[in-house]
């Protein structure tokens, strides 16, 4: 099972693509509000009913973590205490984690790097505190997945399907979205 975490003001096209591939490559996954509502809105005032809520997640059944950037999205998710306290948890288990866009700040502001390579958004790349910051699409190294921005969304969950099942089920999603 792979975790979304929507928290309002999220970046849609990146919470939404993930989502989306993630099901093309028959992924098991869940979106998870970390509001008071099962709906939450993103940057653009999207809304999107979450499949459940935050006090119901199961870390220990989750294969990966998945934090869409998005402001103030990437704000509310530094800022939401038990969810900081699950994450961190959850990577000190060696258990992979990806971020896209301004998330990879909630990763750093976590201490979860420690000498990674990783990608955030342009222009804030002093946030990546203990990473190195490459300015690439899309970076994969060891257990942690960062992509750049909403226009690298389709790629980054790519990374995620490829190292969740393996090449080949990449390769095939992305023939399906002649890519």
Same mark, same amino acid.
């Given at each position: 099972?792979?975790?979304?975490?929507?928290?309002?003001?999220?970046?849609?096209?990146?919470?939404? /693509?993930?989502?989306?591939?993630?099901?093309? %490559?028959?992924?098991?996954? $869940? /979106?998870?509000?970390?509001?008071?509502?099962?709906? #939450?809105?993103? %940057?653009?005032?999207?809304?999107?009913?979450?499949?459940?809520?935050?006090?119901?997640? @199961?870390?220990?059944?989750?294969?990966?973590?998945?934090? *869409?950037?998005?402001? *103030?999205?990437?704000?509310?998710?530094?800022?939401?205490?038990?969810?900081?306290?699950?994450?961190?948890?959850?990577? +000190? @288990?060696? $258990? *992979?984690?990806?971020?896209?866009? +301004? %998330?990879?700040? #909630?990763?750093?502001?976590?201490?979860?790097?420690?000498?990674?390579? +990783? /990608?955030?958004?342009?222009?804030?790349?002093?946030?990546?505190?203990? %990473?190195?910051? /490459?300015? @690439? $699409?899309?970076?994969?190294?060891?257990?942690?997945?960062?992509?750049?921005? *909403?226009?690298?969304?389709?790629?980054?969950?790519? +990374?995620?399907?490829?190292?969740?099942?393996? $090449?080949?089920?990449?390769?095939?999603?992305?023939?399906?979205?002649?890519?």
């Amino acid at each position: 099972m792979v975790y979304v975490f929507l928290a309002h003001g999220f970046e849609e096209i990146e919470a939404l /693509t993930v989502v989306d591939l993630l099901r093309r %490559a028959e992924i098991q996954v $869940k /979106t998870v509000s970390l509001m008071e509502d099962k709906t #939450v809105f993103g %940057a653009h005032g999207i809304g999107v009913e979450s499949d459940m809520m935050f006090k119901n997640i @199961e870390p220990e059944r989750c294969g990966m973590m998945v934090l *869409p950037g998005g402001m *103030p999205g990437t704000t509310n998710l530094c800022n939401h205490k038990y969810f900081n306290v699950v994450l961190k948890e959850y990577v +000190a @288990e060696g $258990k *992979p984690v990806a971020a896209i866009c +301004a %998330a990879p700040m #909630v990763l750093a502001k976590a201490g979860l790097f420690d000498g990674h390579r +990783a /990608t955030i958004y342009p222009g804030m790349e002093e946030e990546l505190v203990n %990473a190195v910051s /490459t300015g @690439e $699409k899309v970076v994969v190294d060891d257990k942690i997945i960062t992509g750049r921005g *909403p226009g690298v969304a389709a790629d980054f969950a790519l +990374a995620i399907i490829e190292y969740l099942s393996g $090449k080949e089920k990449a390769e095939e999603v992305k023939y399906g979205l002649q890519g």
